[in-house]
């Protein structure tokens, strides 16, 4: 059976920045409740004279002891009896208290974990006007942790931190009119909140704002003021904006193209652990653009990557293996990442799978699987995923011979310029009847609506 054979390995490249977008991932429970400016006030205070105060009932002095026990700072580190410290604060009223003992209870930091418990003492907290319990309370809300998943509570939460000038909070609200969730869609107020937060320097804010002006998003659309926030936001080393500059300056996107500055940012933020930016470097070393051409650090960022599970990263080292480029050639490790990739639905992963079982190549040839993989890469719009489909119906490969079937598969990737499937329609047009050609172009409307880009 005839089949595809691979693209180049920069066509990657396009697949791949389509995909990037804000994520803003957090952690169990978010940095803003923690008052981080209280640890570094606690490492220079004086522990001895904390101490006598905690233990004379001073609830600021409790929290204080309770912050220097949990982080180590001058004393043993010990979580429970820092949970102690702060348990004595917070049956006293003591709103900051009252929040980290809530964290406790959501981290599980030396208490066995209990989101529920988080959320009573964060509303404490909270019905005290405490700005980081109502944030809190938000964010409990938004995933479903101690309370139903419940957006709109979760948005008035929010708002009611926000109002008292909380950036967290009022990142939130942004981000809550930018989508919808539990607020109607406004993207002018969404960007009024955005800017709110990112001048008092919120970077996931500084992000979002600068994506904004990036898409003409509740602001006029302005590639150079976009780049302006994005890039404070990479300076606070925000793994999202660090990638996105590196991509503006290989792109030449509101920046002048460099690409040795790209190099410079995918490496700061594949060095935080970005999968992302893992993989775009790899791409750098292999085209050698920003740094000298290095197979073998390519596929070494590409597996770093694959192994976080990055569909695009999985095929590029499949890719590798394929051609023996930065690691020992070998057909059947190639078969195994691309599988990883295929399966997780890579439309391009999916034809290379196709072909590795059309020929044989590392995996034993089996015309039926190739099929199989063929067809879910061309329902995916994928051109050689149906120019292979449109093969197999003209030689009655796996399949009844039919050629009305096999014009509309090279049609259907003629028409996003596959050169190979352009021939095999126009060869194939001289065997067939006006009628037939008329069906199959019939079926490639109907399938083209069926399937919009």
């Excluded at 990142?171 to 539990?182: D, E, N, S, W």
């Excluded at 992963?349 to 190549?361: E, F, H, I, P, V």
């Excluded at 190739?370 to 490969?397: C, H, M, P, R, S």
Aim: glycine share 12%.
């Amino acid at each position: 059976m005839k089949a595809h054979k691979r693209q180049p390995h920069s066509a990657l490249l396009f697949l791949v920045v389509i995909s990037i977008a804000v994520k803003g991932q957090q952690p169990s429970v978010p940095k803003e409740g923690s008052h981080p400016g209280l640890v570094q006030d606690v490492a220079t205070a004086d522990l001895g004279d904390i101490r006598r105060r905690a233990e004379s009932g001073e609830e600021a002095a409790q929290v204080k002891l309770g912050v220097a026990l949990q982080f180590g700072l001058g004393v043993d580190k010990d979580e429970n009896e820092a949970v102690g410290w702060y348990r004595k604060a917070a049956e006293q009223g003591f709103a900051d208290a009252q929040v980290r003992f809530g964290n406790a209870y959501a981290n599980g930091t030396g208490m066995p974990r209990d989101e529920r418990e988080a959320v009573g003492w964060y509303r404490k907290a909270a019905e005290q006007g405490n700005a980081a319990g109502q944030f809190l309370i938000g964010f409990s809300y938004e995933r479903g942790r101690g309370v139903p998943s419940d957006s709109k509570e979760a948005f008035d939460w929010y708002m009611k931190a926000a109002n008292q000038g909380l950036a967290a909070a009022e990142r939130k609200v942004g981000l809550a009119y930018a989508r919808g969730t539990g607020v109607s869609r406004d993207e002018a107020k969404a960007a009024e909140w955005l800017r709110k937060a990112a001048d008092r320097g919120d970077a996931e804010a500084q992000y979002a704002l600068g994506v904004a002006y990036e898409q003409g998003s509740g602001v006029p659309k302005d590639e150079r003021e976009a780049i302006r926030w994005i890039r404070k936001a990479a300076e606070q080393e925000l793994v999202d904006a660090q990638l996105r500059l590196g991509l503006a300056y290989e792109q030449g996107t509101g920046v002048s193209k460099d690409d040795k500055k790209a190099v410079e940012l995918y490496r700061k933020a594949a060095e935080q652990g970005s999968a992302e930016a893992q993989l775009w470097l790899g791409f750098s070393y292999e085209a050698g653009r920003g740094v000298p051409k290095d197979d073998n650090e390519a596929a070494a960022w590409y597996r770093k990557a694959a192994d976080q599970s990055n569909e695009h990263a999985q095929l590029s080292l499949g890719i590798s293996y394929s051609d023996g480029r930065g690691v020992s050639k070998d057909e059947k490790t190639a078969v195994e990442w691309y599988r990883k990739a295929a399966d997780q639905g890579l439309a391009w992963a999916q034809s290379k799978l196709g072909y590795c079982y059309a020929d044989g190549r590392g995996i034993p040839k089996d015309v039926s699987e190739a099929l199989g993989w063929f067809k879910k890469a061309a329902q995916q719009g994928d051109a050689g995923g149906q120019y292979n489909i449109g093969v197999a119906y003209e030689y009655g490969a796996g399949v009844p011979k039919d050629s009305v079937l096999a014009y509309m598969w090279f049609n259907l990737a003629a028409a996003t310029g596959h050169d190979k499937a352009r021939d095999a329609r126009e060869q194939l047009e001289q065997e067939m009847s006006r009628g037939e050609i008329e069906r199959a172009q019939d079926m490639c409307r109907e399938w083209t609506a069926k399937h919009p880009k």
